[in-house]
Protein backbone atom coordinates (compact mmCIF):
# COMPACT_ATOMS: atom_id res chain seq x y z
CA UNK A 1 0.00 0.00 0.00
CA UNK A 2 0.96 3.80 0.04
CA UNK A 3 2.81 5.36 2.91
CA UNK A 4 0.75 8.33 3.64
CA UNK A 5 1.67 11.36 6.52
CA UNK A 6 0.52 14.32 7.54
CA UNK A 7 1.72 17.40 9.51
CA UNK A 8 0.64 18.63 12.00
CA UNK A 9 -0.98 15.92 13.91
CA UNK A 10 -2.79 18.20 16.07
CA UNK A 11 -3.12 22.20 16.18
CA UNK A 12 -4.49 25.00 18.25
CA UNK A 13 -5.18 28.18 16.82
CA UNK A 14 -6.74 31.39 17.34
CA UNK A 15 -10.20 32.37 15.78
CA UNK A 16 -9.25 34.34 12.52
CA UNK A 17 -6.09 32.71 12.11
CA UNK A 18 -5.11 30.30 8.58
CA UNK A 19 -3.83 26.71 9.28
CA UNK A 20 -1.86 24.67 6.75
CA UNK A 21 -1.89 21.14 6.74
CA UNK A 22 0.53 18.94 5.07
CA UNK A 23 -0.56 16.09 3.46
CA UNK A 24 2.80 13.77 1.49
CA UNK A 25 2.45 10.38 -0.48
CA UNK A 26 5.84 9.53 0.64
CA UNK A 27 6.26 6.10 -1.69
CA UNK A 28 4.14 7.07 -4.45
CA UNK A 29 3.52 9.81 -6.68
CA UNK A 30 -0.10 11.04 -6.39
CA UNK A 31 -1.69 12.94 -9.07
CA UNK A 32 -4.87 12.98 -7.58
CA UNK A 33 -4.87 13.33 -3.30
CA UNK A 34 -8.24 13.36 -1.48
CA UNK A 35 -9.26 15.57 1.59
CA UNK A 36 -11.66 14.75 4.30
CA UNK A 37 -12.74 15.91 7.59
CA UNK A 38 -14.46 13.91 10.15
CA UNK A 39 -16.48 15.67 13.13
CA UNK A 40 -16.34 14.06 16.34
CA UNK A 41 -18.43 10.83 16.21
CA UNK A 42 -19.25 11.40 12.97
CA UNK A 43 -18.63 10.00 9.37
CA UNK A 44 -15.62 10.60 7.31
CA UNK A 45 -17.06 13.81 4.36
CA UNK A 46 -15.21 13.98 1.38
CA UNK A 47 -14.34 17.94 1.14
CA UNK A 48 -12.07 17.95 -2.22
CA UNK A 49 -10.11 16.41 -4.79
CA UNK A 50 -6.48 17.90 -4.94
CA UNK A 51 -5.00 17.63 -8.05
CA UNK A 52 -1.48 18.09 -8.85
CA UNK A 53 -0.86 20.99 -11.20
CA UNK A 54 -4.66 22.04 -11.70
CA UNK A 55 -7.38 23.53 -9.77
CA UNK A 56 -8.62 21.42 -6.80
CA UNK A 57 -12.47 20.14 -7.50
CA UNK A 58 -14.54 20.71 -4.37
CA UNK A 59 -17.39 19.17 -3.17
CA UNK A 60 -21.13 20.59 -3.15
CA UNK A 61 -21.36 22.79 -0.22
CA UNK A 62 -17.46 23.47 0.27
CA UNK A 63 -16.30 26.33 0.44
CA UNK A 64 -13.11 26.70 -1.93
CA UNK A 65 -11.90 30.54 -1.02
CA UNK A 66 -12.00 28.83 2.92
CA UNK A 67 -10.32 25.56 2.16
CA UNK A 68 -7.24 26.09 -0.33
CA UNK A 69 -5.69 23.18 -1.65
CA UNK A 70 -2.43 22.89 -3.56
CA UNK A 71 -1.11 20.02 -5.13
CA UNK A 72 2.35 21.92 -6.34
CA UNK A 73 4.20 18.18 -6.50
CA UNK A 74 3.31 14.72 -7.22
CA UNK A 75 4.32 13.71 -3.35
CA UNK A 76 2.45 16.64 -1.69
CA UNK A 77 -0.97 18.20 -1.18
CA UNK A 78 -1.56 21.11 1.42
CA UNK A 79 -4.96 22.47 3.22
CA UNK A 80 -5.08 25.89 4.10
CA UNK A 81 -7.71 26.76 6.46
CA UNK A 82 -8.24 30.26 5.98
CA UNK A 83 -9.26 32.85 9.29
CA UNK A 84 -10.29 29.38 10.91
CA UNK A 85 -13.35 29.67 13.60
CA UNK A 86 -14.26 27.50 16.37
CA UNK A 87 -16.91 25.53 13.84
CA UNK A 88 -13.90 24.22 11.62
CA UNK A 89 -12.44 22.32 14.42
CA UNK A 90 -12.03 18.95 13.17
CA UNK A 91 -10.37 16.14 12.48
CA UNK A 92 -8.73 16.42 8.77
CA UNK A 93 -7.47 12.96 6.59
CA UNK A 94 -6.40 12.99 3.33
CA UNK A 95 -5.79 10.06 1.43
CA UNK A 96 -3.80 8.74 -1.87
CA UNK A 97 -5.35 6.15 -3.99
CA UNK A 98 -3.37 3.29 -6.18
CA UNK A 99 -4.81 2.51 -9.16
CA UNK A 100 -6.72 -0.59 -9.01
CA UNK A 101 -6.13 -0.60 -5.19
CA UNK A 102 -7.91 0.93 -2.64
CA UNK A 103 -7.66 4.57 -0.58
CA UNK A 104 -4.67 5.08 2.19
CA UNK A 105 -5.27 7.46 4.54
CA UNK A 106 -2.85 9.44 6.11
CA UNK A 107 -2.66 9.60 10.44
CA UNK A 108 -5.25 12.98 10.15
CA UNK A 109 -4.80 16.23 11.60
CA UNK A 110 -6.87 17.18 14.77
CA UNK A 111 -7.42 20.93 14.35
CA UNK A 112 -9.05 22.71 17.40
CA UNK A 113 -9.83 26.66 16.95
CA UNK A 114 -10.49 28.72 20.16
CA UNK B 1 -24.52 12.77 -6.04
CA UNK B 2 -23.48 9.23 -4.03
CA UNK B 3 -25.29 8.16 -0.96
CA UNK B 4 -24.51 5.53 1.45
CA UNK B 5 -26.61 4.30 4.59
CA UNK B 6 -25.17 2.24 7.20
CA UNK B 7 -27.27 -0.18 9.84
CA UNK B 8 -26.91 -0.51 12.61
CA UNK B 9 -25.29 2.50 14.31
CA UNK B 10 -24.64 0.34 17.23
CA UNK B 11 -23.70 -3.40 17.15
CA UNK B 12 -23.41 -5.07 20.53
CA UNK B 13 -22.61 -9.06 20.40
CA UNK B 14 -20.97 -11.96 22.52
CA UNK B 15 -17.31 -12.66 22.00
CA UNK B 16 -17.06 -15.58 19.41
CA UNK B 17 -20.94 -14.51 18.12
CA UNK B 18 -20.97 -13.10 14.36
CA UNK B 19 -21.53 -9.24 13.73
CA UNK B 20 -22.73 -8.28 10.51
CA UNK B 21 -23.29 -4.52 9.14
CA UNK B 22 -25.73 -3.45 6.16
CA UNK B 23 -24.61 -0.47 3.68
CA UNK B 24 -26.60 0.39 1.29
CA UNK B 25 -25.91 2.87 -1.82
CA UNK B 26 -28.26 4.81 -4.19
CA UNK B 27 -25.69 5.23 -7.11
CA UNK B 28 -25.75 2.28 -9.73
CA UNK B 29 -22.60 3.55 -11.16
CA UNK B 30 -20.65 3.20 -8.30
CA UNK B 31 -18.24 0.09 -8.74
CA UNK B 32 -16.03 0.02 -5.55
CA UNK B 33 -16.99 -0.74 -2.10
CA UNK B 34 -14.60 -0.99 0.71
CA UNK B 35 -14.94 -1.43 4.48
CA UNK B 36 -12.38 0.52 6.96
CA UNK B 37 -12.28 0.01 10.77
CA UNK B 38 -11.40 3.69 13.10
CA UNK B 39 -10.12 2.97 16.22
CA UNK B 40 -10.30 6.41 18.29
CA UNK B 41 -8.62 8.91 17.20
CA UNK B 42 -6.96 7.12 14.62
CA UNK B 43 -6.91 7.20 10.71
CA UNK B 44 -9.58 4.59 9.02
CA UNK B 45 -7.48 1.23 8.04
CA UNK B 46 -9.19 -0.95 5.51
CA UNK B 47 -10.22 -4.30 6.12
CA UNK B 48 -11.57 -5.78 2.71
CA UNK B 49 -12.97 -4.47 -0.09
CA UNK B 50 -14.72 -5.54 -3.09
CA UNK B 51 -15.48 -4.78 -6.63
CA UNK B 52 -19.00 -5.08 -9.05
CA UNK B 53 -17.71 -7.69 -10.92
CA UNK B 54 -17.65 -9.81 -7.67
CA UNK B 55 -20.47 -11.07 -5.44
CA UNK B 56 -18.62 -12.12 -2.25
CA UNK B 57 -15.08 -12.03 -0.82
CA UNK B 58 -13.70 -13.33 2.16
CA UNK B 59 -10.42 -12.62 4.08
CA UNK B 60 -10.24 -15.19 7.20
CA UNK B 61 -12.99 -14.28 9.75
CA UNK B 62 -14.35 -11.08 7.38
CA UNK B 63 -16.21 -11.46 4.79
CA UNK B 64 -18.20 -9.00 1.94
CA UNK B 65 -21.12 -10.07 -0.24
CA UNK B 66 -22.51 -7.54 -2.68
CA UNK B 67 -25.58 -7.58 -4.25
CA UNK B 68 -25.42 -5.16 -7.22
CA UNK B 69 -29.32 -5.50 -7.98
CA UNK B 70 -30.90 -4.31 -4.76
CA UNK B 71 -27.53 -1.74 -4.42
CA UNK B 72 -26.69 -3.37 -0.80
CA UNK B 73 -23.20 -4.74 0.84
CA UNK B 74 -22.85 -6.00 3.66
CA UNK B 75 -19.66 -6.87 6.08
CA UNK B 76 -19.82 -9.97 8.03
CA UNK B 77 -17.53 -10.88 11.23
CA UNK B 78 -17.33 -14.42 12.38
CA UNK B 79 -15.83 -15.57 15.85
CA UNK B 80 -15.56 -12.15 17.33
CA UNK B 81 -12.81 -10.90 19.36
CA UNK B 82 -12.78 -7.70 21.54
CA UNK B 83 -9.88 -6.16 19.05
CA UNK B 84 -12.90 -6.28 16.85
CA UNK B 85 -14.71 -3.61 18.43
CA UNK B 86 -14.39 -0.63 16.89
CA UNK B 87 -16.51 1.92 14.43
CA UNK B 88 -16.57 0.56 11.08
CA UNK B 89 -17.53 2.61 7.92
CA UNK B 90 -18.55 0.91 4.41
CA UNK B 91 -17.42 3.13 1.47
CA UNK B 92 -18.79 3.63 -2.17
CA UNK B 93 -17.13 4.92 -4.83
CA UNK B 94 -16.94 5.17 -9.17
CA UNK B 95 -13.43 3.69 -8.61
CA UNK B 96 -12.18 5.47 -11.59
CA UNK B 97 -9.02 6.50 -10.52
CA UNK B 98 -10.10 9.84 -9.57
CA UNK B 99 -13.19 9.24 -7.34
CA UNK B 100 -13.10 10.06 -3.81
CA UNK B 101 -15.10 7.97 -1.20
CA UNK B 102 -18.67 8.62 0.29
CA UNK B 103 -19.16 6.60 3.61
CA UNK B 104 -21.56 5.19 5.63
CA UNK B 105 -22.35 7.14 8.86
CA UNK B 106 -20.23 3.98 10.91
CA UNK B 107 -21.18 1.14 13.11
CA UNK B 108 -19.96 1.39 16.61
CA UNK B 109 -18.95 -2.65 17.12
CA UNK B 110 -18.84 -3.87 20.74
CA UNK B 111 -17.88 -7.11 21.65
CA UNK B 112 -19.05 -8.21 24.64
CA UNK B 113 -16.50 -10.57 26.53
Known amino acids: GAVVSQHPSRVICKSGTSVKIECRSLDFQATTMFWYRQFPKQSLMLMATSNEGSKATYEQGVEKDKFLINHASLTLSTLTVTSAHPEDSSFYICSVELPGETQYFGPGTRLLVL | GENVEQHPSTLSVQEGDSAVIKCTYS??????FPWYKQELGKRPQLIIDIRSNVGEKKDQRIAVTLNKTAKHFSLHITETQPEDSAVYFC????????????FGKGTHLIIQP
Open chain 2, 27 to 32: DSASNY
Open chain 2, 91 to 102: AASGGGGADGLT
